[in-house]
DNA sequence: TCTGGGGTCCTAGGACCC
DNA sequence: TCTGGGGTCCTAGGACCC
C-alpha cells in the first residue's frame, strides 16, 4: 500500500499558522507579482474564487467576501515544508516528496497495522507538529492513492482520511471521478478521451491497452494499469540532480532599456548559477529569453530567444553572467515593451569531474573560491549581500509584493515582531 | 493598470554509423 | 524493372506535474 500525504490548501494554511484571526476567514495566496491567485482556503473556494485567476479581475469579491490577500511568502512556505516533511517522514523510512506539500509513503512493511488507524494517527501528529492541516489517500498503486486523497478531500464524513482496498471500493471510487481529474491525465487528454465518451476514471480503464499506448504512449498505458491496482510507477526516494535549471521573472512593469533587461537577466543568470552550486554541478548550456507582454494586443509583440553553448561547462556566476548578457544582446531589439525575460541553463553534468579544453583561459580554481566564499556570506547575511557588479546596485526591479508576510520562521527581526 | 514559475518524460524524425 | 538492414544519437514538440 501507498499512501499520499497532502497538505490541505498548503499556502494559505501556513499564512493561517501564524495568524489565528485568518481562521474561518477567506484566505488567497497570489503569484510573483501579485499576478494570479495560487492558493485558496475551503471560504475562498466556497465564494468562487476560481485556481489561476488574474486577483485584478476578482477585485470586488475580494472586498465583499472580507478576503485576506497575501504575495506569495515561499521562504516560509519552504520552511513549514520541511517541517511537515519531517513530521511525515518519522512514520515510514518510505518516503518520497513529491512536491512542496504533496508525499506519498511507502507502507510495505506495515502489512500488521490497522492502516485506518495509522494514517489517523500521522494526520493527527502532523497537524499538531505544524499547524498544516493533511489529508490521507491509501490505495495500492500511487495513481489510485492519488484518487483516495482526493475522495479524503472532497467528503468531510471522511476527515481527510480515505483507503481504497477491495475491489468494489475500487471501481466505485474511479466511477465516480471524473477522467480530467486523474493524475497523469491533463487538458489535452481528457478533451481527446471525452470525444470518444470517456467520461470517467472508471470508463478509462475498460478500453483496450493497445488503443491507449496507440494514444497515448507508454504513460498513458501505466496510469491506465494503476487504475486496474497494478503498480507500473514507483516510490524515488533519492532526489536526483536536475537536468534543467530556470530563473525566469515577469516584471512589474513592462520596460524598454537594454540596460534594466540586462540588470535582470544577470541576477537570473547568478541565481541559476547559485542553484547550479547547491545541487553540485556544472551547466554547458545557457538560453535567455525574453518576450512582450502577451496580453496587450494593442502594443507590438516580440518573443526571442538565444542559446549559447560553452566550450567548458561551468557554476561560476561571473561566467554565466557574461554569456547570458552575449545572449541578451544579440535578441535584443530597440522599441518594444518587454514584460518577462528568463535564464534556463542545462547540459548539466557534476562538477566532480569536468572536461576541460585545450585553449581555456579562465582560471576555475581561482572562480572556485571564489563563488564559495560569496556563497558563504549570502547564505549568512541574505541572497544580495554579495552580487556580481552586473547585477546593478540595489534596483527594485525584482517583484511587486505588496502584501507579504512576515518571514516567520527563517528570520530574526521578523520573529520578534510576530503578533502574540 | 493588472494575467506565475519551475520542472519531467516520451516520441517522431533527421542525421549519422557500419 | 531494379537500389539493404540494422542500429545510435540528438532535437523539437507535445504531453504532463505542482
Redo the contacts with the bound molecule.
Sequence with gaps: MYALADCNNFYASCERVFDQSLNGRPVIVL???D??V?ARSNEAKALGIKM?E?A?KIKELIEKGNVAVFSSNYTLYGDMSQRVMNTLASFTPDIEI?????AFLGLHGFKHFDLHEYARQIQKITTRNTGIPISLGLAPTKTLA?VANHIAKKNPEHKGVYMITTEEQRIAALKNYDIEE?????????KMLLRFGVRTAYDFTRLSASWVKRQM???GLRTQKELLGIPCIELEHTTSP?????????FGE?QTDLGYLSEAVASFAASCAH?LRKQQSVAQIVMVFAHT?Y??DDLPQYSASKTITLSVPTSSSIELIHYALLALKSLYKQGFRYK?A?V?VSGISTNQHVQTSLFDTVDREKHKRLMAAMDKLNDRYGRYTIKIAAQGAGRKWELRQERISPYYTTRWDDIITVKV
Design positions: 503569484s510573483n507579482n499576478g494570479c495560487i489561476g488574474p485584478f513529491y512536491s512542496i506539500d504533496e492519488k486523474v493524475w497523469g491525465i491533463g487538458r489535452q487528454y481528457s504512449s507508454v504513460v536536475k537536468k534543467a535549471i530556470a530563473t525566469t521573472r515577469s513592462m542553484k507582454n496580453f496587450r518577462k528568463g534556463i
